[in-house]
């Protein structure tokens, strides 16, 4: 009974640290599902994070049809980075960033259905 109960409580520290492990260190992700209007998405770092070096950022997405737009990385108002997307896609729109927020929006020019899907990381100085 007893070598049951540690076994069991080895299983559980390895999953927690595991868990712990995967939730600091993997991407975080969203996907836009809306792709007949402008969406906008802010993200940000992890509370707890500290000052901030790099944004790792991925754009992924396909339209169904011959839907066409832009994706643009903004720190508040200012444009950073602008990539044009159609068909099936993958944009690396990653770089130095100093903010603890970034703002993304999509904007259509011929609107179809589709997905576009971000994946980020905030990476400390």
């Given amino acids: 009974m007893k070598k049951l109960l540690i076994k069991i409580i080895v299983t559980l520290a390895i999953a927690g640290a595991g868990f712990f492990l995967y939730q600091v260190f993997m991407p975080k992700d969203l996907t836009i599902d809306d792709l007949s209007s402008t969406q906008t998405v802010i993200i940000q770092k992890k509370q707890g994070q500290g000052e901030i070096g790099r944004l790792e950022l991925t754009?992924?997405?396909?339209?169904r049809g011959e839907g066409v737009?832009?994706?643009?990385?903004?720190?508040g108002n200012s444009l950073v980075r602008k990539k044009e997307v159609k068909g099936t896609f993958k944009h690396d729109m990653s770089g130095i960033w100093y903010s603890n927020t970034a703002k993304i929006e999509y904007i259509p020019f011929k609107p179809d259905k589709g997905y576009v899907t971000i994946k980020y990381k905030f990476i400390e100085k």
Avoid: A, E, W
């Fill in 59 to 63: 754009v992924t997405g396909s339209f």
């Fill in 69 to 75: 737009g832009d994706v643009m990385l903004k720190d």
